[in-house]
């Protein structure tokens, strides 16, 4: 089973940045980061097909959110500025074994999921 941890998360004010990290145990096809705020629904937030490159990102944090992956080891980050206090939730690592079939942004896409990194965000 393919292991996902987090790290980075922390407390910032509006408009600082933050960088997040997710250490997996292998390699996989994507990876993505999910958000969830208590009482509401797991968003997509953004991910990476790693044999392409190709990234994608929810509109509400196009042009200041980043994801990318490291060629020499499982890792993937998601370098987040000019944050807002919208975007205070628990952020998930996830991975998927395929790239082939499901969209990015559908939880069922992703097999393994990490514990979670909390980011709060004051203004």
């Known amino acids: 089973q393919v292991q996902l941890v987090e790290s980075g998360g922390g407390s910032v004010q509006a408009g600082e940045s933050l960088r997040l990290s997710c250490a997996a145990s292998e390699f996989t096809r994507r990876m993505g980061w999910f958000r969830q705020t208590p009482g509401k629904e797991r968003e997509a937030v953004a991910a990476i097909y790693s044999h392409s490159g190709s990234t994608y990102y929810a509109d509400s944090v196009k042009g200041r959110f980043s994801i990318s992956q490291d060629k020499s080891k499982p890792m993937v980050y998601l370098q987040m500025s000019s944050l807002e206090p919208e975007d205070t939730a628990m952020y998930y690592c996830?991975?998927?074994?395929?790239?082939?079939?499901?969209?990015?942004?559908?939880?069922?896409?992703?097999?393994?999921w990490g514990q979670g990194t909390q980011v709060t965000v004051s203004s």
């Open positions: 996830a991975a998927g074994v395929v790239a082939y079939i499901g969209s990015w942004s559908q939880t069922m896409s992703y097999p393994y």
